[in-house]
Protein backbone atom coordinates (compact mmCIF):
# COMPACT_ATOMS: atom_id res chain seq x y z
CA UNK A 1 0.00 0.00 0.00
CA UNK A 2 1.44 3.75 -0.69
CA UNK A 3 3.19 5.05 2.23
CA UNK A 4 2.06 8.26 0.68
CA UNK A 5 -1.90 7.25 0.79
CA UNK A 6 -1.77 5.77 4.44
CA UNK A 7 -0.61 8.84 6.14
CA UNK A 8 -3.06 11.23 3.88
CA UNK A 9 -6.15 8.92 5.08
CA UNK A 10 -5.15 8.38 8.46
CA UNK A 11 -3.32 12.06 8.86
CA UNK A 12 -6.93 13.74 7.87
CA UNK A 13 -8.85 11.35 10.58
CA UNK A 14 -6.22 11.25 13.41
CA UNK A 15 -8.47 12.64 15.89
CA UNK A 16 -11.27 9.97 15.14
CA UNK A 17 -9.17 7.13 16.22
CA UNK A 18 -8.44 8.68 19.72
CA UNK A 19 -11.99 7.58 20.57
CA UNK A 20 -13.31 5.17 18.20
CA UNK A 21 -14.39 2.20 20.23
CA UNK A 22 -12.78 -0.42 18.71
CA UNK A 23 -9.04 1.21 18.90
CA UNK A 24 -9.94 2.72 22.35
CA UNK A 25 -11.41 -0.23 24.34
CA UNK A 26 -11.67 -3.21 21.58
CA UNK A 27 -11.21 -6.63 24.07
CA UNK A 28 -7.94 -7.26 22.51
CA UNK A 29 -5.86 -4.72 24.84
CA UNK A 30 -6.65 -6.90 27.87
CA UNK A 31 -6.23 -9.39 26.22
CA UNK A 32 -3.39 -8.90 24.64
CA UNK A 33 -1.72 -7.55 28.30
CA UNK A 34 -2.98 -10.52 30.12
CA UNK A 35 -1.20 -13.22 27.63
CA UNK A 36 2.47 -11.19 27.04
CA UNK A 37 2.53 -10.49 31.24
CA UNK A 38 5.13 -7.33 30.47
CA UNK A 39 7.71 -7.28 32.98
CA UNK A 40 8.42 -3.81 34.94
CA UNK A 41 12.00 -3.47 33.69
CA UNK A 42 10.89 -3.87 29.78
CA UNK A 43 11.44 -1.40 27.02
CA UNK A 44 8.54 -2.09 24.61
CA UNK A 45 8.23 -0.87 20.89
CA UNK A 46 4.51 -0.51 19.51
CA UNK A 47 4.23 -0.33 15.76
CA UNK A 48 1.73 1.40 13.70
CA UNK A 49 0.52 2.70 17.19
CA UNK A 50 -2.21 4.89 15.55
CA UNK A 51 -3.25 7.16 19.00
CA UNK A 52 -1.22 5.06 21.05
CA UNK A 53 -3.71 2.54 22.70
CA UNK A 54 -1.63 -0.49 22.69
CA UNK A 55 1.35 1.57 23.66
CA UNK A 56 -0.67 3.06 26.21
CA UNK A 57 -1.65 -0.13 27.67
CA UNK A 58 1.71 -1.49 28.01
CA UNK A 59 2.37 1.46 29.56
CA UNK A 60 1.72 1.17 33.26
CA UNK A 61 3.57 -2.52 32.96
CA UNK A 62 7.13 -1.45 31.47
CA UNK A 63 9.73 0.61 31.71
CA UNK A 64 9.55 2.14 28.89
CA UNK A 65 7.30 2.08 25.53
CA UNK A 66 8.25 3.48 22.26
CA UNK A 67 5.32 4.49 20.57
CA UNK A 68 5.67 4.60 16.66
CA UNK A 69 3.82 5.24 13.17
CA UNK A 70 4.24 6.50 10.17
CA UNK A 71 1.56 9.36 10.34
CA UNK A 72 3.15 12.38 12.47
CA UNK A 73 -0.61 13.52 12.79
CA UNK A 74 -1.25 9.88 14.90
CA UNK A 75 1.74 10.49 16.46
CA UNK A 76 0.89 13.83 17.81
CA UNK A 77 -2.85 12.16 19.29
CA UNK A 78 -0.84 9.47 20.90
CA UNK A 79 1.83 12.02 22.61
CA UNK A 80 -1.33 14.13 24.04
CA UNK A 81 -2.94 10.88 24.92
CA UNK A 82 -0.12 10.09 26.78
CA UNK A 83 0.20 13.41 28.65
CA UNK A 84 -3.65 13.49 29.47
CA UNK A 85 -3.20 9.73 31.18
CA UNK A 86 -0.37 10.50 33.01
CA UNK A 87 2.33 8.34 31.32
CA UNK A 88 5.63 9.71 31.06
CA UNK A 89 7.46 6.58 30.49
CA UNK A 90 6.18 6.96 26.43
CA UNK A 91 8.12 8.42 23.88
CA UNK A 92 6.59 8.73 20.00
CA UNK A 93 8.93 8.09 16.93
CA UNK A 94 8.14 8.37 13.29
CA UNK A 95 8.72 4.87 11.79
CA UNK A 96 8.03 2.91 9.00
CA UNK A 97 6.90 -1.03 10.14
CA UNK A 98 9.05 -2.22 6.96
CA UNK A 99 11.97 -0.80 7.95
CA UNK A 100 12.17 0.19 11.48
CA UNK A 101 14.45 3.16 12.79
CA UNK A 102 15.54 0.80 15.54
CA UNK A 103 19.05 -0.86 16.97
CA UNK A 104 18.92 -4.70 16.54
CA UNK A 105 17.60 -6.47 19.62
CA UNK A 106 16.79 -3.49 20.94
CA UNK A 107 13.64 -4.40 22.45
CA UNK A 108 11.77 -6.78 25.15
CA UNK A 109 8.46 -6.66 23.65
CA UNK A 110 7.12 -5.66 20.31
CA UNK A 111 3.79 -5.48 19.44
CA UNK A 112 1.31 -4.28 16.46
CA UNK A 113 -2.57 -4.25 16.50
CA UNK A 114 -5.00 -3.00 13.82
CA UNK A 115 -2.42 -2.12 11.48
CA UNK A 116 -0.75 -4.47 9.15
CA UNK A 117 -3.66 -4.89 6.63
CA UNK A 118 -1.99 -1.80 5.48
CA UNK A 119 1.67 -2.87 5.09
CA UNK A 120 2.45 -3.27 1.71
CA UNK A 121 5.04 -5.77 3.01
CA UNK A 122 4.38 -8.24 5.40
CA UNK A 123 6.91 -10.20 5.55
CA UNK A 124 9.67 -7.60 5.62
CA UNK A 125 7.59 -6.33 8.47
CA UNK A 126 8.03 -9.90 10.33
CA UNK A 127 11.29 -9.60 9.56
CA UNK A 128 12.00 -5.69 11.09
CA UNK A 129 10.06 -7.07 14.29
CA UNK A 130 12.56 -9.98 14.29
CA UNK A 131 15.34 -8.02 13.52
CA UNK A 132 14.54 -5.33 17.07
CA UNK A 133 13.51 -7.84 19.70
CA UNK A 134 15.92 -9.37 21.36
CA UNK A 135 16.08 -13.51 21.66
CA UNK A 136 13.63 -14.69 24.19
CA UNK A 137 11.53 -11.33 23.61
CA UNK A 138 7.90 -11.10 22.70
CA UNK A 139 5.86 -9.69 19.82
CA UNK A 140 2.27 -9.60 20.17
CA UNK A 141 0.08 -9.29 17.31
CA UNK A 142 -3.14 -8.32 16.28
CA UNK A 143 -5.31 -7.70 12.59
CA UNK A 144 -8.01 -7.99 11.23
CA UNK A 145 -8.47 -11.48 9.41
CA UNK A 146 -10.34 -12.31 6.78
CA UNK A 147 -12.68 -15.50 5.82
CA UNK A 148 -11.58 -18.62 6.45
CA UNK A 149 -12.43 -21.91 7.62
CA UNK A 150 -11.41 -21.15 10.92
CA UNK A 151 -13.52 -18.12 11.40
CA UNK A 152 -16.38 -19.38 8.85
CA UNK A 153 -16.73 -23.82 9.04
CA UNK A 154 -18.89 -25.46 6.92
CA UNK A 155 -18.19 -23.69 3.72
CA UNK A 156 -16.21 -24.91 0.21
CA UNK A 157 -12.83 -23.35 -0.25
CA UNK A 158 -13.68 -21.98 -3.47
CA UNK A 159 -16.41 -19.86 -1.29
CA UNK A 160 -14.03 -18.71 0.99
CA UNK A 161 -12.07 -17.73 -1.40
CA UNK A 162 -14.36 -15.54 -2.70
CA UNK A 163 -15.89 -14.04 0.93
CA UNK A 164 -12.17 -13.50 1.42
CA UNK A 165 -12.07 -11.08 -2.02
CA UNK A 166 -15.51 -8.83 -1.42
CA UNK A 167 -14.35 -9.09 2.23
CA UNK A 168 -10.67 -7.22 1.42
CA UNK A 169 -12.72 -5.02 -1.49
CA UNK A 170 -15.48 -3.79 1.21
CA UNK A 171 -12.30 -2.67 3.62
CA UNK A 172 -10.74 -1.06 0.77
CA UNK A 173 -13.91 0.81 -0.62
CA UNK A 174 -14.61 2.38 2.87
CA UNK A 175 -10.66 3.31 3.27
CA UNK A 176 -8.17 3.19 0.31
CA UNK A 177 -5.52 2.55 2.43
CA UNK A 178 -6.52 -0.42 3.49
CA UNK A 179 -3.76 -3.32 2.07
CA UNK A 180 -5.46 -6.97 2.22
CA UNK A 181 -6.41 -8.64 5.52
CA UNK A 182 -5.20 -12.01 5.63
CA UNK A 183 -6.05 -15.54 6.55
CA UNK A 184 -4.67 -17.18 10.04
CA UNK A 185 -2.92 -19.80 7.80
CA UNK A 186 -1.52 -16.69 6.27
CA UNK A 187 -0.13 -15.21 9.05
CA UNK A 188 1.12 -18.74 10.23
CA UNK A 189 2.66 -19.32 6.72
CA UNK A 190 4.49 -15.99 7.29
CA UNK A 191 5.93 -16.81 10.34
CA UNK A 192 7.33 -20.02 10.32
CA UNK A 193 10.45 -19.28 9.52
CA UNK A 194 10.80 -16.28 10.67
CA UNK A 195 12.73 -16.38 13.74
CA UNK A 196 9.76 -15.73 15.53
CA UNK A 197 8.14 -18.83 17.09
CA UNK A 198 4.48 -18.62 17.74
CA UNK A 199 3.34 -19.36 21.59
CA UNK A 200 -0.17 -18.79 21.59
CA UNK A 201 -3.02 -18.12 19.12
CA UNK A 202 -6.70 -17.44 19.32
CA UNK A 203 -9.63 -15.37 17.16
CA UNK A 204 -11.54 -12.76 18.68
CA UNK A 205 -15.37 -11.56 17.25
CA UNK A 206 -15.77 -7.70 17.07
CA UNK A 207 -19.24 -6.22 16.66
CA UNK A 208 -18.53 -3.01 15.00
CA UNK A 209 -21.36 -0.92 14.18
CA UNK A 210 -21.72 0.04 10.43
CA UNK A 211 -22.64 4.02 10.54
CA UNK A 212 -19.81 4.82 12.80
CA UNK A 213 -17.41 2.76 10.71
CA UNK A 214 -18.09 4.57 8.01
CA UNK A 215 -18.03 7.98 9.56
CA UNK A 216 -14.55 7.56 11.52
CA UNK A 217 -13.15 7.65 7.38
CA UNK A 218 -15.53 10.14 6.07
CA UNK A 219 -16.95 7.92 3.50
CA UNK A 220 -19.16 9.25 1.05
CA UNK A 221 -23.03 8.86 0.02
CA UNK A 222 -22.05 6.91 -2.72
CA UNK A 223 -19.47 4.59 -1.45
CA UNK A 224 -21.92 4.47 1.84
CA UNK A 225 -24.81 2.80 -0.64
CA UNK A 226 -22.47 0.79 -2.20
CA UNK A 227 -21.41 -0.90 1.02
CA UNK A 228 -24.63 -1.19 2.35
CA UNK A 229 -25.58 -3.55 -1.13
CA UNK A 230 -22.18 -5.64 -1.10
CA UNK A 231 -23.24 -6.82 2.37
CA UNK A 232 -26.94 -6.89 1.84
CA UNK A 233 -26.07 -8.83 -1.52
CA UNK A 234 -23.43 -11.15 0.25
CA UNK A 235 -22.88 -14.89 -0.46
CA UNK A 236 -24.28 -16.86 2.36
CA UNK A 237 -20.75 -17.40 2.98
CA UNK A 238 -19.64 -13.52 3.84
CA UNK A 239 -22.61 -13.28 5.35
CA UNK A 240 -21.64 -16.34 7.56
CA UNK A 241 -18.58 -14.22 8.46
CA UNK A 242 -20.20 -10.48 8.67
CA UNK A 243 -23.44 -11.81 10.44
CA UNK A 244 -24.86 -8.45 9.91
CA UNK A 245 -27.72 -7.76 12.48
CA UNK A 246 -30.40 -4.63 12.47
CA UNK A 247 -30.02 -2.42 15.46
CA UNK A 248 -32.13 0.57 16.47
CA UNK A 249 -31.95 3.87 14.84
CA UNK A 250 -31.17 2.84 11.14
CA UNK A 251 -28.37 1.23 11.41
CA UNK A 252 -26.55 -2.33 11.47
CA UNK A 253 -23.94 -4.11 13.05
CA UNK A 254 -21.28 -6.81 11.61
CA UNK A 255 -19.18 -8.32 12.80
CA UNK A 256 -15.47 -8.71 12.06
CA UNK A 257 -12.40 -11.31 13.69
CA UNK A 258 -9.14 -10.52 14.91
CA UNK A 259 -6.43 -12.83 15.30
CA UNK A 260 -4.51 -12.54 18.42
CA UNK A 261 -1.04 -13.86 17.88
CA UNK A 262 2.12 -14.12 20.42
CA UNK A 263 5.46 -15.39 19.80
CA UNK A 264 8.93 -15.64 20.83
CA UNK A 265 12.56 -14.58 19.10
CA UNK A 266 14.36 -17.81 19.00
C1 LIG B 1 -5.94 1.47 12.54
S1 LIG B 1 -4.59 2.43 12.91
C2 LIG B 1 -3.75 1.58 14.22
C3 LIG B 1 -4.51 1.30 15.46
C4 LIG B 1 -3.68 1.18 16.71
N1 LIG B 1 -2.55 0.29 16.57
C5 LIG B 1 -4.58 0.75 17.87
O1 LIG B 1 -4.35 -0.32 18.45
O2 LIG B 1 -5.50 1.52 18.20
C6 LIG B 1 -3.43 2.01 11.60
C7 LIG B 1 -2.13 2.78 11.73
O3 LIG B 1 -1.16 2.15 10.89
C8 LIG B 1 -0.27 3.17 10.50
N2 LIG B 1 0.54 2.64 9.40
C9 LIG B 1 0.11 2.20 8.19
N3 LIG B 1 1.15 1.79 7.45
C10 LIG B 1 2.26 1.93 8.22
C11 LIG B 1 3.65 1.63 8.02
N4 LIG B 1 4.11 1.12 6.88
N5 LIG B 1 4.49 1.89 9.04
C12 LIG B 1 4.05 2.41 10.20
N6 LIG B 1 2.77 2.73 10.43
C13 LIG B 1 1.88 2.49 9.45
C14 LIG B 1 -1.19 4.32 10.14
O4 LIG B 1 -0.52 5.54 10.08
C15 LIG B 1 -2.21 4.23 11.27
O5 LIG B 1 -1.86 5.07 12.35
Known sequence: MSKTLVQQQFGAHAAAYVTSAVHAKGASLTRVVELVGPKAGWHALDIATGAGHMALAFAPHV??????????????ETAKLAAAKGHTNV????????????????FDLVSCRIAPHHFAN??????????????????????????????????AADDLAAAD????????????SHGRALTAAAWRGLMAGSGLASAHQEIMDK???????VKQQSVTA??????????????SCLA????PAAIEGDDF???????????RKV
Not at 165 to 170: G, P
Open 63 to 76: AKVVASDITPEMLA
Open 91 to 106: ETAEADAEALAFADAS
Open 122 to 155: VPRFIAEVARVLRPGGTFALVDNISPCAETTPGF
Open 165 to 176: VVYNLLEKIRDP
Open 207 to 213: TMPFRPW
Open 222 to 235: GRIAELEGIIEEAS
Open 240 to 243: AFLK
Open 253 to 263: TFTLRELVLIA
